[in-house]
């Protein structure tokens, strides 16, 4: 209630503005709004995909070229604009699908938002017939008090369209995505997908900034693409606070203002002062003035939350074999074999511990199995079906579920926002047994400060609630003490129980096997040496030459 008299309040004194304010300081609010719009969208890249750019003024130069090239044409500006948001749309695609091919997409990243914003301003000074060349194109507006409502209802009408996506299941899976992509992946989610298309929005959000900007600016040029707008928008953003509606808006006016107002008599006093401004942010308030107010207002609890999403079941085909079948699986890294020949099945109710000597193959085998690592040679065949073209996500669509040797859950959320994710990508809606309700409840506490055992707990909580058929699980003891260790295996053979789901597990400890196994493979040297009941491979002459070391 408190929320909506504040935007109630907020939009009335926006709409009087001209009213009570002069032409000028009118055109420097209009100005503002541009920019806050351009920060806003550059947030839902950087602060809400968590893709950084820092080129992003390529974006916004396209909107306001198109204009000024439209208005020099004679042609109305909304069609104008149409084609500069498509290539916009095309080569934010482009970066952002080149970004998250790598491990680490913040270089590509970093080097193609560079690149294309450096081209762009070589491209408007050359091309002088079309662009004006250095000298640019200017740009007349109908008035001051029109642009600024048109400036005020177009970014509130876009600014309430992204909201609106935001607080459904594309952000829900996008505050996974950018926070925890191992996660999210497991629960389903395209994180390339939803993180392109975030990205993809950001320079669509951007390019009807710089359109808007244009008409207010009266003039465009080169710069409008350059390193230091683009560089501007970065610390609009980051002292406004990432992940934030107000926090970009309220700095680009604000920064905006004083550039206007101390620029030309105190300009580089004022660079100075900005740039003094952004390392007290990056290095005190890293959350920016919106971040700050956020953790104080919600002290203790999560900072972030996942937004109220509706779960839609997807429902998988039956199964038609058995839960997991491996036939020959190979892989090498480089000259290094590491997996030869690998046969193995696991049946549906059945738990089949992994083991073996370090270094045998045997989380590279879990890897294939979950989709991260694709086999040299060989099949995996998931529920009857050859899943050799299938990603992570749809791995798991198909049942499948992944427990990590350090528990992965999405830190920043609680324990009930996980367990909801979790419930987001189900293809069913699942009953949690009653030793997990209290994290199910639990909005309060932050993931990633809980304790080892709590964090277990919920990694296999979520992979609960996502129905799973097959659970694959890397030393999931690994860290936990003896009690915490037999509560871990009483709760997964309660699961197999329960659910009738099949379990490949990697074990070393041979206490966890024994209480866990229905029945052992031994893999060294990425084979398959023997496989049966914990006594047969515990009997077996070349299980104990190969991984007990006795003769
Ligand atoms: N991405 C990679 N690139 C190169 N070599 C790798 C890669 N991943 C694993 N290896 C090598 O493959 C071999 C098998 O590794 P893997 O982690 O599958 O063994 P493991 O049986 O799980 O061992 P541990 O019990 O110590 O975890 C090791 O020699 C490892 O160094």
């Given at each position: 209630m408190r929320k909506?008299?504040?935007?109630?309040?907020?939009?009335?004194?926006?709409?009087?503005?001209?009213?009570?304010?002069?032409?000028?300081?009118?055109?420097?609010?209009?100005?503002?709004?541009?920019?806050?719009?351009?920060?806003?969208?550059?947030?839902?890249?950087?602060?809400?995909?968590?893709?950084?750019?820092?080129?992003?003024?390529?974006?916004?130069?396209?909107?306001a070229y198109a204009v000024a090239i439209?208005?020099?044409?004679?042609?109305?500006?909304?069609?104008?604009?149409?084609?500069?948001?498509?290539?916009?749309?095309?080569?934010?695609?482009?970066?952002?699908g080149i970004g998250l091919a790598s491990a680490v997409p913040d270089a590509p990243l970093i080097l193609l938002t560079l690149g294309i914003g450096l081209l762009l301003q070589k491209a408007a000074t050359s091309f002088t017939s079309v662009t004006g060349g250095s000298n640019g194109l200017s740009v007349s507006d109908t008035g001051v008090v029109t642009g600024y409502y048109r400036t005020l209802v177009v970014a509130a009408v876009l600014v309430a369209l992204c909201v609106w996506l935001l607080r459904g299941r594309f952000g829900a899976r996008l505050v996974a995505a950018a926070r925890n992509p191992e996660r999210a992946e497991q629960t389903s989610i395209d994180t390339k997908r939803v993180r392109t298309i975030a990205f993809a929005l950001s320079a669509a959000v951007s390019t009807v900034a710089g359109a808007l900007y244009a008409p207010v600016a009266g003039l465009v040029s080169p710069p409008v693409f350059g390193l230091a707008l683009s560089t501007s928008v970065l610390v609009w953003l980051a002292v406004g606070g990432r992940e934030s509606v107000l926090g970009p808006f309220l700095a680009?006016?604000?920064?905006?203002?004083?550039?206007?107002?101390?620029?030309?008599?105190?300009?580089?006093?004022?660079?100075?002062?900005?740039?003094?401004?952004?390392?007290?942010?990056?290095?005190?308030?890293?959350?920016?003035?919106?971040?700050?107010?956020?953790?104080?207002?919600r002290r203790g609890r999560p900072a972030v939350t996942l937004p109220r999403a509706k779960p839609r079941p997807r429902p998988v085909p039956p199964s038609d074999g058995p839960a997991l079948v491996l036939r020959g699986v190979s892989k090498s890294f480089g000259p290094v074999s590491v997996l030869d020949g690998v046969d193995l099945a696991v049946p549906p109710g059945r738990c089949v511990c992994l083991i073996g000597p370090n270094g045998a193959g045997k989380s590279t085998l879990l890897a294939i199995v979950a989709g991260q690592l694709a086999a040299d040679a060989g099949s995996v065949r998931l529920f009857g079906r050859d899943v050799a073209a299938l990603p992570v996500h749809d791995r798991v669509r198909l049942g499948v579920g992944r427990m990590f040797q350090i528990p992965s859950v999405i830190g920043e959320l609680s324990p009930a926002d996980n367990i909801r994710l979790a419930r987001l990508g189900a293809p069913a809606a699942v009953e949690l047994p009653a030793e997990y309700r209290d994290l199910a409840a639990d909005e309060d506490a932050v993931a990633s400060t809980l304790a080892l055992a709590d964090r277990r707990r919920l990694e296999l909580a979520m992979v609960l609630a996502g129905a799973p058929r097959l659970v694959l699980l890397d030393e999931p003891a690994a860290g936990l003490g003896p009690d915490d260790a037999r509560q871990l295996v009483r709760a997964l053979r309660d699961v197999i129980a329960h659910t009738g789901c099949a379990m490949l597990v990697v074990e070393h400890d041979m206490e966890i096997v024994r209480g866990l196994a229905d029945d052992?493979?031994?893999?060294?040297?990425?084979?398959?040496?023997?496989?049966?009941?914990?006594?047969?491979?515990?009997?077996?002459?070349?299980?104990?030459q190969a991984y007990l070391g006795a003769s």
């Open positions: 909506v008299l504040a935007i109630t309040a907020l939009a009335v004194l926006l709409a009087a503005a001209p009213f009570g304010l002069g032409a000028f300081t009118l055109a420097i609010l209009t100005l503002g709004l541009a920019y806050g719009l351009f920060a806003f969208g550059l947030d839902l890249a950087w602060g809400r995909a968590g893709l950084l750019s820092v080129g992003h003024a390529a974006f916004f130069g396209l909107g439209g208005q020099d044409h004679g042609w109305p500006p909304v069609p104008t604009l149409g084609p500069a948001i498509v290539v916009s749309v095309v080569i934010a695609l482009l970066v952002a680009a006016v604000v920064l905006t203002a004083g550039q206007q107002l101390l620029g030309s008599s105190w300009q580089s006093w004022y660079v100075l002062g900005l740039a003094a401004v952004f390392v007290f942010v990056v290095q005190v308030l890293p959350g920016g003035i919106a971040g700050t107010a956020r953790a104080w207002l052992v493979a031994a893999l060294h040297q990425g084979r398959v040496i023997a496989h049966g009941s914990m006594d047969e491979i515990v009997a077996d002459a070349a299980v104990r």
